[in-house]
């Protein structure tokens, strides 16, 4: 059985996947423009990087609402790993247009 670490780790890798192979990306380039620091150049790479970044934080957010909200209201023990399926199982849920890309790819 896996632990919470193991499945946190599996989690971070579905949304990195996700932020660098996302259809949306196109969609966060105009917002990361806006949000990046002034200390980085507004370069064609260091804004798909921060793009990609955006995307990454945002599939691990959004993932962990029903998760978060699963083990608020249903699973009270701290220790258990249902709750960390649901964040893998959102997770996965959406990067499944970058995964088609992948696959594509392959």
Request: charged share 10%; aromatic share 14%; proline share 7%.
């Amino acid at each position: 059985m896996l632990d919470r670490n193991a499945l946190f780790l599996m989690i971070l890798g579905v949304c990195v996947v996700n932020g660098i192979f996302s259809p949306y990306l196109n969609v966060a380039v105009p917002i990361t423009v806006a949000l990046m620091p002034e200390l980085f150049p507004k370069t064609h790479d260091w804004v798909l990087f921060f793009s990609s970044v955006f995307v990454s934080s945002c599939t691990l957010f959004f993932s962990g609402v029903p998760a978060a909200l699963y083990e608020r209201l249903i699973e009270r023990n701290p220790e258990g790993t249902a709750a960390m399926w649901i964040w893998l199982a959102g997770a996965a849920f959406l990067s499944i247009p970058a995964i088609r890309i992948v696959m594509a790819i392959a």
